[in-house]
């Protein structure tokens, strides 16, 4: 018995998974860890720049509008240089069109494992490999690891029954 399921995979969608893989990703980390690495950092951030406001101040009585600007300069130039180099990662991220994995699909369930075909690629998986399978506002995403999975978007199922036989196959083996 097999199952087998045809579909496109666009832009949108890779980017949908994408954000997905992401947050997935950074939720690793638990929120104690973070919050106190952050709140770490700050604090030897805030202690450098006391150190240097309160050597500065003992030469000068006031600190005027142009040394403020000139202190607040290099930060605005971070936090521009990392908006941009996260625009620039984001759009270069995006795979070609029909490539390996944006394009026409065709994903064959067997009881052997996973079969993707594409028109410039075909790969077998076998269920092993299949760490899980997780739901994203109607695409489903079948993680072969971490960071990579096979996108299945929800224009994939023609009906609520095809979902349903979908999970009930997947749900045999992993």
């Not at 638990?30 to 690495?37: E, L, T, V, W």
Request: overall charge positive.
């Amino acid at each position: 018995m097999k199952y087998i399921v045809t579909f496109d995979v666009d832009k949108g969608t890779y980017l949908k998974f994408l954000n997905f893989t992401v947050k997935r990703a950074c939720q690793t980390q638990s929120q104690f860890k973070a919050f106190a690495i952050n709140l770490v950092a700050w604090l030897f951030i805030t202690v450098f720049f006391m150190f240097i406001f309160q050597s500065f101040t003992s030469k000068v009585s006031s600190i005027d509008l142009s040394s403020a600007l000139v202190g607040a300069l290099p930060f605005c130039l971070i936090i521009g240089y990392s908006m941009y180099a996260n625009f620039k990662a984001r759009k270069f991220s995006i795979p070609n069109k029909q490539g390996i994995i944006l394009g026409a699909k065709s994903i064959e369930l067997t009881p052997e494992g996973i079969t993707e075909t594409s028109a410039v690629s075909k790969c077998h998986y076998s269920w092993s490999c299949v760490e899980e399978v997780t739901e994203n506002s109607g695409d489903y995403y079948i993680f072969l690891d971490k960071m990579f999975a096979l996108i299945i978007p929800s224009s994939a199922f023609v009906s609520q029954g095809s979902i349903e036989q979908f999970k009930s196959y997947i749900n045999k083996y992993v």
